[in-house]
């Protein structure tokens, strides 16, 4: 049935996007290397105006353990450092007038626990999130049977539903595997 296979390409999009959506917010977590894409999240006050701090300064990393951020007006210099002082990056920003500089500490073996169980949980929220498209999902094709949908359709839809929500689960594990690897090594 027709209506089947687009609910399986909807419940695909949306387990796609979750994943995509951990993705991003796994890039947050620092491994102890700089990287621009950590200060992604954290706004700076720009005339009263919550704004990303990328779209206020240039952000670069001249080696491994700095941060380099250079505001385009150096007004707002301490408003950037009060943004990341206070975000819950733990980053400990020092200007010099017209630039901040971030060292970036090697992680602490309590550091990095703290880390592997913040990206496990936050593994466990897309988990959640998938397994509830997938319950949407099948809601709507027990409702095609009174569309004329078959048993055996709806039967067989449910099954590939199953089997999608088992693939993104395995993506997500493998995700979160990567990453632990990566706090653990580094």
């Known amino acids: 049935m027709e209506e089947i296979d687009l609910v399986l390409e909807d419940t695909k999009e949306r387990m796609e996007k979750t994943v995509q959506f951990l993705t991003k917010e796994l890039t947050k977590v620092r491994a102890g290397k700089a ?19 990328i779209q206020v300064a240039s952000i670069s990393t001249p080696d491994n353990r700095t941060l380099f951020i250079k505001p385009w007006d150096k007004t707002i210099i301490q408003d950037i450092e009060k943004a990341i002082t206070e975000s ?12 901040i500089i971030i060292n970036i500490p090697p992680l602490t073996e309590e550091r990095r626990l703290v880390l592997i169980k913040q990206i496990k949980n936050e593994g466990e929220k897309e988990k959640i999130s998938i397994r509830s498209v997938r319950k949407e999902s099948n809601e709507y094709i027990k409702k095609l049977s009174n569309d004329g949908a078959s048993e055996d359709e709806i039967r067989t839809g449910e099954d590939q539903i199953q089997k999608i929500t088992n693939s993104y689960i395995e993506k997500i594990d493998n995700i979160i595997g990567i990453k632990e690897k990566e706090l653990i090594t580094i």
């Open 88 to 99: 819950n990056l733990g980053l400990n920003p020092q200007n010099d007038g017209e630039n």
């Open 35 to 53: 990287m621009p894409n950590m200060l992604d999240g954290i706004n700076v006050d720009y005339y009263n105006v919550q704004t990303p701090i």
